[in-house]
């Protein structure tokens, strides 16, 4: 399987905290990919970072891209209890008809 | 954001039975995808679309066929419907502008 892996598995701090979320994933990627999911509902596109780029910015969102270790990090700033969601990543790699394999997720949790 | 939709939003089914599910979407564009999601794996994809009646195979798509006579309708069947497939299946299109994918609010199929 191409999926990536998440890390952590689930993620509980509290308002105001920051959080730190990590992927990692096996293959040359054309970009990569952070989506939100709140219970019950699709997934919305967060933020896209390029395979030529190593840190991308949106509000309180900083994502960073290692392509040497195939890793990547979505960090929240100054969590607020609507943050409370699960968090994906997916990457696409080249040549590909654009889809994308998304890992298997971390639930955060911010507690008020 | 592409207007998407999926119907029906909630199906319960027999063993054995064929099921199709709907994707519309109502700006025009040419990537269109299906994933399952079950805990502990994210999303799969099962099948995607280039363009009508331009489609292929994802990671998991055995027991699966898709069809897209318009550009608007993608058209997600199980042949005959095992408990296996019971899980919530979206479907996305991939934007133009960011690149990133919009989904569907989802299907929560369960097969008995």
């Known amino acids: 399987s191409q999926q990536g892996e998440e890390d952590p598995q689930a993620l509980s701090i509290q308002e105001g905290e920051n959080a730190t979320m990590n992927c990692s994933y096996k293959?040359?990627?054309?970009?990569l990919q952070w989506y939100r999911q709140n219970s019950g509902r699709g997934l919305v596109h967060l933020i896209l970072?390029?395979?030529?780029?190593r840190e991308k910015h949106s509000g309180r969102l900083r994502v960073t891209l290692d392509t040497s270790k195939k890793s990547s990090s979505l960090l929240i700033t100054a969590s607020r209890a609507a943050d409370t969601a699960s968090y994906f990543c997916a990457h696409q790699i080249p040549g590909s008809a654009r889809q994308l394999t998304f890992g298997s997720g971390t639930q955060l949790t911010v507690l008020p | 954001d592409a207007g998407i939709t999926q119907s029906p939003r909630h199906k319960v089914t027999e063993t054995g039975t064929p099921v199709t599910l709907r994707c519309h979407q109502t700006e025009n564009h040419r990537y269109m995808y299906w994933y399952r999601q079950d805990p502990g794996h994210g999303l799969r994809l099962i099948h995607y679309?280039?363009?009508?009646?331009?489609?292929d195979k994802g990671e998991v798509s055995d027991g699966y066929s898709v069809s897209r006579s318009k550009t608007e309708d993608f058209l997600l069947t199980l042949e005959s419907a095992t408990s296996s497939q019971t899980s919530v299946y979206f479907c996305a299109i991939r934007e133009s502008t960011n690149y990133g994918y919009t989904f569907g609010s989802g299907t929560r199929l369960t097969v008995v």
């Open positions: 293959t040359s990627i054309n970009n």
């Open positions: 679309s280039y363009g009508v009646k331009d489609t």
């Open positions: 970072i390029r395979s030529n780029e």
